[in-house]
């Protein structure tokens, strides 16, 4: 009885009496053998590559071609269940976190002379609005889990910052905050996971969220510029207003910019969408100094009246 090569289905036929050579390996553009194909068979016939004793174990197995092997395939089934099950693990600390979480709420009031507020959340939402002159109010709503998140109201300087403090491992925490700012003066509202709402200004806007959308209504503010990363923009005034410079601008949302129709009143307008539809409905005058930007990445742009 003699042992001979038997090549998978797919392999050239080897010539009789073939036997690989010392480190030889399929060619890699050859299909991969099947699940425990064996590679050696013994022979009735005259021995292809001499006769092996009956204790003699055959040759070892010849390995699949190379980036074909069955391990892989295995390797990234197990990398791929490692993921999902971080993933699910993830998710059911945030709702542990959640469930076990408390909710309170605090004031705090600022007495102030300085006509500029900076409002920073890096874990809120915002609302705006107008309140008493020379003071500033802030109402915060907290939903905490393992960390607490922490709202401060103080006087720096020549302006009053509001400021929420999100920790490292406050999963599932957030922060809703409403602030009364005293009328005129400059506000700026920066958000870094949450929406931002003001209604009812008259201050100058510099309003920015990273994820969420951005939304100012009945303003009587005559410079405004607002941005978000990853949400709509949509601008409005009251009809007595008197708005001079408006910047509203989107990388993931649409834009809106409703402006007050006053007559004789033109606009010198810069809109532009890069996947979505431009209307300008104003009159426009490239002369003006009434100045309108509307841009956005990834939705409509539309510029009009109120």
Known sequence: ?????????????????????????PDPSW??????????????????????????????PVASPPGRRGGAGRIILVVVLLLLGLAI??????????????????????????????????????????????VVT????????WREPKVTSQLEGELVRVAVDCPALSFGSSVSLVVEVPPAGAV?????????????????????????????????????????????????????ADPTTVSATSSAGSVRVSVPDVAEVAWRVDADSSAGSTTVEVRTDPASDRTITARSSAGSVVVGYR
Do not use: K, Y
Request: overall charge negative; proline content about 12%; aromatic content about 6%.
């Open 1 to 25: 009885m003699a042992w001979r090569f038997n090549a998978p289905p797919g392999w050239p036929a080897p010539p009789p009496g073939w036997v690989p050579p010392p480190g030889w390996t």
């Open 31 to 60: 299909p991969p053998a099947p699940e425990g194909w064996p590679f050696w068979v013994e022979h009735a016939e005259a021995p292809a590559w001499g006769s092996a004793p009956e204790e003699v174990e055959p040759p070892a």
């Open 89 to 134: 693990l993830a998710a059911a600390v945030s709702l542990l976190a959640w469930t076990l979480g408390s909710t309170q709420t605090q004031e705090l009031r600022t007495e102030t002379p300085a006509a500029t507020v900076r409002v920073e959340g890096s874990c809120a939402s915002i609302t705006l609005r107008e309140g008493s002159p020379g």
């Open 138 to 145: 802030t109402r915060a709503t907290i939903r905490s889990t």
């Open 188 to 240: 700026e509202a920066r958000s870094s996971a949450g929406s931002i709402t003001a209604q009812g200004l008259s201050s100058d806007l510099t309003l920015s969220s990273s994820a969420g959308s951005v939304s100012a209504t009945e303003l009587s503010s005559t410079r405004v510029s607002a941005d978000s990363s990853a949400g709509s923009v949509a601008l409005s005034w009251a009809a007595s």
